[in-house]
């Protein structure tokens, strides 16, 4: 029997299998598919290797490139061009402000911010310095909520949507403010001014770029991960899908599905002593057999896809757009709702690319599937086809040069439906009544019952990662003190 099962083999499955082996503990992994990472992995165009998923992590706390440091990697750890990226509006495209978190000015008198909104609804905004707070701390409002009040709905329809629609799929009035970033509301509290807020958490965070990768992409921490649970003795089971769980008093039975395209699918049953779930939450309750609330509510996920574009066009060595492109949702000629110049972004995705086809080329990557989009909008569900035809039309408008179909040297298209959990208000409620139901079980002496990942702990590395490390250690040092027999180093 094995001590620890661990369900899931994305990044948070991943961290707690690896926070849990490195202390001594015996651990099994089981992935459905037939890789580890999750929403972090790798898509390949002609030869140049780049993320397929998420591409970075925020750096505004320092676990992630803490994680990495006790990995060996923090030599790997890159910074992106500061360039930043842009923002397309309907009428025009600017720099995104300097000084914003989430879109959020912390300088609403700044020239760019001006630049973006028009004097009236930058004066409107810079009213949140002087007015009174009305917000309080029992109070868990939307993001959209807490801006549009301080600030003026303008703020909301032209800074912030781009950003919550495009980095967290999400409309910002249906995106908690605790869950687009876990300290933001306490310090508009403390400080009486949400810009102030903004500038005070854009100080705090540490020197240089709000956020970081590894050269060669995200995917290279999965990879790096996987040789070390694999040296520290941890089973992974890829292909091998838990359909259900049995909690008993000892322990869980597991019910699982084993899928290799090679043999002929089959079923099994493992027990574990305790459990980690690196799942969704509807997923969870699927597990264990429960009536599932959350499921109903949370079935709509829409996911995005992603095309990648490789093309020889030397009008994008300026970088004429930085970064990328977020489009505000009003912008009714651009469907993709976010583009990320990849290799103006990261130096080695440049240098990968020149290395393999020489000067001129460049990689660039288009998000559809906006969240307030109709039904039969372009985005998930939208053919191959279809995808690539919207992204040629919608490059000359994102890159700001007249780059066309024939200079694509090869493109693909990545579809992901889980990964970003939405955040809304009642999404994180029903996250944390299934973790404190879940804790219930382990209190009253039976197996450890554990639920990490984006689900539970938020979307982003920056809150997935610390989250299972610290929910693996809290089932390290319980392991230790009912006396195993094993010599537990719980870090
Ligand atoms: C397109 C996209 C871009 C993103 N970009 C960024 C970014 O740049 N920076 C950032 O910080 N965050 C980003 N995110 C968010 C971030 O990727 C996620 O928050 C995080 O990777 C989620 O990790 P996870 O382990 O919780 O879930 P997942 O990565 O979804 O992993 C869950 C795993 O569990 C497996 N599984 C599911 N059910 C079972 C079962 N019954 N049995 C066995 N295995 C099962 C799945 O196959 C999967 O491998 C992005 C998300 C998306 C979708």
């Known amino acids: 029997m094995a001590r620890v099962a661990v369900v899931g083999g994305g990044i948070a499955g991943l961290t707690a299998a690896w926070e849990l082996a490195r202390a001594g503990v015996q651990v099994d992994l089981f992935e459905a598919t037939d890789r580890l990472g999750g929403v972090i992995a790798p898509v390949t165009l002609s030869g140049v290797q780049v993320d397929a998923g998420a591409e970075a992590f925020a750096t505004r706390v320092p676990a992630v490139g803490e994680f990495l440091a006790d990995l060996g990697l923090e030599e790997q750890i890159v910074s992106p061009n500061p360039a930043g990226a842009w923002l397309q509006l309907p009428e025009f495209a600017a720099p995104l402000p300097a000084t914003g978190i989430l879109g959020i000015p912390g300088e609403p008198g700044a020239d760019d911010v001006a630049a973006i909104l028009g004097a009236q609804h930058a004066a409107r905004a810079a009213e949140d310095l002087r007015a009174p707070m009305t917000w309080t701390a029992g109070q868990s409002p939307s993001l959209g909520e807490v801006v549009a009040e301080r600030m003026g709905p303008a703020v909301v329809e032209k800074l912030v949507a781009p950003i919550t629609s495009g980095v967290h799929s999400a409309d910002p009035y249906d995106l908690a403010v605790s869950a687009a970033h876990p300290q933001l509301y306490r310090a508009m509290l403390a400080e009486g001014s949400l810009a102030t807020a903004v500038s005070r958490l854009r100080a705090a965070a540490p020197a240089?770029?709000?956020?970081?990768?590894?050269?060669?992409g995200m995917s290279t921490l999965i990879s790096a991960l996987e040789a070390q649970l694999r040296d520290l003795g941890v089973n992974?089971?890829?292909n091998t899908g838990v359909s259900e769980v049995q909690v008993h008093r000892n322990g869980v039975r597991m019910g699982v599905i084993l899928a290799d395209s090679h043999l002929r699918p089959g079923r099994g049953e493992v027990e574990a002593e305790h459990l980690i779930m690196a799942v969704e939450g509807p997923e969870v309750e699927a597990l264990l057999?429960?009536?599932?609330?959350?499921?109903?509510?949370?079935?709509?996920?829409?996911?995005?896809?992603?095309?990648?574009?490789?093309?020889?066009?030397?009008?994008?060595?300026?970088h004429p757009r930085g970064t990328g492109m977020l489009v505000a949702p009003s912008n009714e000629n651009i469907r993709a709702k976010a583009m990320t110049h990849i290799s103006a972004k990261w130096a080695w995705a440049a240098e990968a690319l020149e290395a393999k086809l020489g000067p001129g080329h460049h990689l660039l990557r288009l998000s559809y599937g906006r969240v307030n989009d109709s039904p039969g909008a372009l985005g998930f569900g939208s053919s191959d086809r279809d995808l690539i035809t919207a992204a040629i039309a919608d490059l000359p408008h994102l890159t700001g040069a007249p780059v066309a179909g024939e200079q694509i040297v090869d493109r693909t298209v990545v579809r992901w439906q889980r990964g970003l959990p939405g955040g809304g208000a009642a999404q994180r409620g029903d996250a944390e009544d299934l973790k404190a139901a879940l804790a219930i079980q382990g209190a009253e002496g039976g197996p450890q019952l554990a639920a990490v990942g984006s689900w539970f702990a938020g979307t982003g590395l920056a809150q997935v990662i610390p989250d299972a490390r610290a929910q693996a250690r809290e089932l390290c040092v319980r392991l230790a003190e009912e006396g195993s027999s094993l010599d537990l180093r719980c870090h």
């Not at 429960?290 to 300026?318: F, K, N, W």
């Open 208 to 216: 240089g770029s709000a956020v970081q990768s590894l050269w060669g």
């Open 236 to 238: 992974i089971h890829l």
């Open 289 to 318: 057999g429960q009536e599932s609330a959350s499921a109903a509510r949370h079935s709509a996920q829409s996911g995005v896809a992603l095309v990648t574009l490789l093309v020889h066009a030397p009008e994008l060595d300026s």
